[in-house]
């Protein structure tokens, strides 16, 4: 399933829930500067109202400095 930009925070909570209990993999992608960053990225825990994922250090950067993530 993609996630798009008419998705429902309430959606994806449940796709990324469905994705850790399957513990699918996951990536991530930014771009930045021009360039792509896409990384690989894993659901470390979740509940009613929140997931953990762990990512890269350099996607974590892209996070910090585009505030969003795709």
């Known amino acids: 399933m993609a996630i798009n930009g008419n998705s429902s925070s309430e959606e994806l909570l ?10 699918a993999p996951l990536e991530l992608m930014n771009v930045y ?8 990225a894993v659901v470390t825990s979740f509940g ?6 762990q ?10 400095l585009q505030g969003h993530t795709t």
Not at 33 to 40: E, R
Not at 48 to 53: C, T
């Open 14 to 23: 449940m796709l990324l829930v469905k994705i850790g209990q399957d513990k």
């Open 55 to 64: 990512a890269s250090f350099y996607q974590y950067m892209c996070i910090a």
């Open 48 to 53: 009613q109202d929140f997931i953990e994922i």
């Open 33 to 40: 500067n021009g360039v792509t960053i896409t990384q690989k």
